[in-house]
């Protein structure tokens, strides 16, 4: 199978490509004769240093480049024979999305219509036995969904759209386009929205890593309002595990919600970080890191609830996260500790961009 992967030096697409490749600690799925090309345009949040060990693998190639360069697309589809595509590639931060929508609706949805045009053409283009084989699988949010009252079910994959903020917008105007090419031209979609993820390689901007460095360096570990906005986390190679298993084994035109069956408000989750980092890390003065906490004002339009029933997917193709929310965490906060280089030159990076001015 030979993958196009598309903002594939980011958190979630970065981590897929070396759960693929075995290059994390779970075992790589059996998949003889993969090749993966990463297309990705390195914005804020795509590193290609996530990747770095990789580019001597012949499995792998890198290429920078815009979804919304159909011409491009075109082209790598054609000359490495694609046989599926999976689209990472997404502007995916709720707070940048509040201060300037538009570069998300450039991305998330110009960018999408076009991937969509160039895979439709190079699917047409294919012999019968290649043609029903293909597949392309869209990674979206939980947030299309809106939010949910304490009481409420948890959403399931019948939940109608109610998105909050720009961001969850562009998302679900992505996926009403994924949809719209399945049920217009017959093109194999597959749609996952998934929870809030975590672990090795997100971003700092990102809640868990931001507090793990805040708290690291003695900053104060920012909580929006009272903190009792709850969210269910995933732990992200169990993400990247349930993109594998709808892949293969997804019916075409559907979608699956992908979550981690943990809830928990933001406080809470802050409150264990700072319990874990307490014995992994102690402070040198002896304190607590939860003393660090500090409540800010809210964000605008802030929602109050996700939770994902991901029944559908355990019952129709067998998944189920393995990690609960405490080993999970655990992992995640190890690798910030061992890897305090990798914070340094994205943070570096980071205020570079901000002293030019190209960063939103």
């Keep these: 199978m030979n993958i196009l992967v598309t903002g594939g030096c980011g958190f979630i697409g970065s981590n897929f490509i070396r759960y693929l490749l075995g290059a994390t600690d779970r075992p790589a799925p059996a998949a003889p004769g993969l090749r993966l090309v990463n297309l990705d345009a390195l914005t804020y949040a795509g590193n290609p240093a996530n990747l770095a060990d990789l580019y001597q693998d012949s499995r792998y190639t890198f290429v920078q480049g815009d979804i919304g360069d159909e011409a491009l697309v075109a082209r790598l589809l054609s000359e490495h024979a694609i046989d599926a595509v999976l689209n990472f590639a997404a502007e995916s931060h709720v707070d940048r999305s509040i201060d300037s929508p538009e570069p998300f609706i450039q991305t998330n949805v110009v960018g999408t219509l076009r991937l969509l045009n160039a895979t439709r053409r190079h699917w047409l283009s294919l012999p019968s036995d290649r043609k029903a084989a293909f597949r392309f699988l869209h990674v979206s949010t939980d947030e299309v969904y809106g939010t949910l009252s304490p009481t ?11 998105p909050n903020s720009p961001y969850a917008a562009s998302k679900a ?8 090419f399945q049920h217009t031209y017959g093109l194999p979609t597959l749609t996952t929205n998934c929870s809030n993820n975590y672990g090795p390689l997100q971003f700092p901007e990102k809640l868990i890593p931001l507090v793990t460095l805040n708290a690291l360096e003695g900053k104060p570990l920012p909580i929006y309002g009272d903190g009792l906005q709850v969210r269910d986390w995933l732990y992200v190679l169990d993400h990247c595990e349930a993109l594998w298993t709808v ?3 997804g019916r075409i035109g559907e979608t699956y919600n992908v979550g981690g069956l943990n809830e928990k408000p933001n406080l809470e989750l802050v409150r264990t970080l700072c319990a874990i980092l307490d014995n992994l890390a102690p402070r040198a003065d002896g304190q607590p890191y939860a003393s660090q906490i500090t409540f800010v004002a809210d964000r605008p339009g802030h929602d109050r609830r996700y939770a ?7 019952t129709e193709l067998g998944w189920s996260p393995r990690e609960t929310f405490e080993t999970g965490l655990h992992k995640t906060i190890s690798w910030y500790l061992a890897n305090r280089s990798w914070t340094a030159a994205i943070t570096a990076a980071k205020y570079a961009r901000q002293r030019l001015g190209t960063q939103s």
């Design 152 to 162: 409420d079910p948890a959403f399931t994959e019948e939940t109608p759209f109610a």
């Design 173 to 180: 105007s992505s996926d009403h386009l994924v949809r719209s």
């Design 247 to 249: 892949l293969r084994q």
């Design 308 to 314: 994902i029933d991901c029944e559908k997917l355990r």
